[in-house]
């Protein structure tokens, strides 16, 4: 079996030196999505709405200047960000642990008793850091309302050393990269998804028009082992890729993998064992070219969006995740993009055990239509 496998890499990476155009859509698609991101974050400021919350627990005139001010520097924006709303406490509490809310303000009781008696006000502003852009934000709004406040709503001065209210944060998720760092380490994931996908879809087309397949399939060789042999064959031609596009994103953007490099290359290769046989797939039931490239890319770019490639899925609402998880992309992007920020093994198992499972399910459906291709010819 094992000198089928090596027969069958050796002739698809014969096939694929022939024919490079595989190459086109990989460096294409992730370099016009980061020049359309780029272009829409730095000149509308990403346009998202983020729900917030509310909790003034104080009914003194302090507090209610306090409200005012921080409702109209949270929501009264050039780009609505933010939408924000009163909620009591035990409510505003059970949406933020639920990532409903990307944060809320808590003006507590005695807010205006502690100013009144010339006693420094606290603000208690809890965040849920989901995205670290859209966090700076909302903070620093926040904290220009309060600064406002201590400053009488006049032109500040900064100076706040005798500022009547103090803000107490608290972090619920640890720190993000930002959304064009991530959109960065991301893009080099998917010049790899659509290289994988793309190039194993029109790789089994070609063999359809010129009728090869049927010569592969009627050969002695096992269908697994085409199969397995195939997939083989998809992994340097998908990392050749990343020789062109990850130096130019990496360089331009500044922005380097921090976690372990062999981590990280685990993941490119468990990437490109999952979604290999979905190329496969799609070759096997386009039989055209032109067909199986329109939709490796639909493909890829839909995944690549649903799990994760505009914004981490954290912000999703959770019956919305669970859906999401269910897709291999979600997983690939996921591992990527917490090796590529972090040096950590943490978490890292159930997506990496998920990848192979869709590898070895998707293999044997492939093989198994491969067989009935066999018995219909």
Known sequence: MLREIAAIVKKDLKQAKRDPRFLAPSLIIPFAFLLVYSIMWTSVGGGESFACGLVVQDLSPEANDMAGIIENMVSTTNHTWFNIERYDLETASELYQSTHLIGYILIPEGFGA?????????????????????????????????????????????????????????????????????????????????????????????????????????????????????????????????????????????????????????????????????????????????QSLLGSVLLTVVGFLAGGGLAPIGLAPLSFRIVLLAIPTTHSIGLWTRIFFSDTLLGLWPSMLFLLGTWIVLTAFAARLMKKEVERS
């Open 114 to 290: 502690n100013i009144s008696s010339g006693q420094k006000g606290m603000v208690v502003l809890f965040i849920n850091n989901a995205n670290d852009d859209v966090v700076k934000n909302y903070v620093h709004r926040i904290e220009v309302a309060v600064l406002l406040y201590n400053q009488g709503a006049l032109s500040p001065d900064f100076n706040q050393s005798n500022a009547r209210v103090a803000i107490n944060e608290t972090l619920f998720l640890p720190m993000t990269p930002s959304n064009l760092e991530y959109m960065a380490a991301v893009g080099i994931l998917l010049s790899l998804m659509t290289c994988t996908i793309a190039s194993q879809a029109m790789l089994t087309a070609t063999e359809f028009e010129t009728g090869a397949i049927h010569e592969l399939l009627n050969s002695p060789a096992s269908r697994l082992a085409i199969i397995i042999g195939r997939t083989i064959a998809a992994i340097p031609r998908s990392l050749l890729v990343l020789l062109i596009s990850a130096p130019i994103i990496t360089l331009s953007l500044n922005v380097f993998p921090k976690g372990n490099p062999l981590l990280v290359f685990g993941i490119l290769l468990l990437t490109i064992l999952a979604l290999a046989p979905l190329g496969e797939l799609i070759g096997m039931k386009a039989r055209d070219r032109e």
